[in-house]
Nanobody, 128 residues
Framework: QLQLVESGGGLVQPGGSLRLSCAASGFTLDSYNIGWFRQAPGKEREGVSCISSTGGNTNHADSVKGRFTVSRDNAKNTVYLQMNSLTPEDTAVYYC?????????????????????WGKGTLVTVSS
């Protein structure tokens, strides 16, 4: 069974840090770009960060640039999202999603559309 499982969410104080993990089972992530998304209560889901299959290309939304870092360890079949300087506005359910590499363009640049597999999410709450 093909699965993505997020972990690492929880309650953190403003200014704190968390590291989310996205682990794959049933398939290997080295043929997939990975995107991190989040959905806050009452808001639409938004793309936060993404990373290409080799890790050579990353992207971060303006709202998290300089605070979040996406990385991957293909040997562990896991992608990470390091989140620093968290604010209450970062409170959301965070999801990872995988997009299969089918073109040269996809291989070279990650994005937030056309994802093939989704995890069920992990809740991040930033509150004092």
């Amino acid at each position: 069974q093909l699965q993505l499982v997020e972990s690492g969410g929880g309650l953190v104080q403003p200014g704190g840090s968390l590291r989310l993990s996205c682990a794959a089972s049933g398939f290997t992530l080295d043929s997939y770009n990975i995107g991190w998304f989040r959905q806050a209560p009452g808001k639409e889901r938004e793309g936060v960060s993404c990373i290409s299959s080799t890790g050579g290309n990353t992207n971060h939304a303006d709202s998290v640039k300089g605070r979040f870092t996406v990385s991957r360890d293909n040997a562990k079949n896991t992608v990470y999202l390091q989140m620093n300087s968290l604010t209450p506005e970062d409170t959301a359910v965070y999801y990872c999603a995988a997009k299969r590499i089918t073109t040269i363009r996809t291989m070279l640049r990650c994005g937030y559309s056309g994802m093939d597999y989704w995890g069920k999410g992990t809740l991040v709450t930033v509150s004092s």
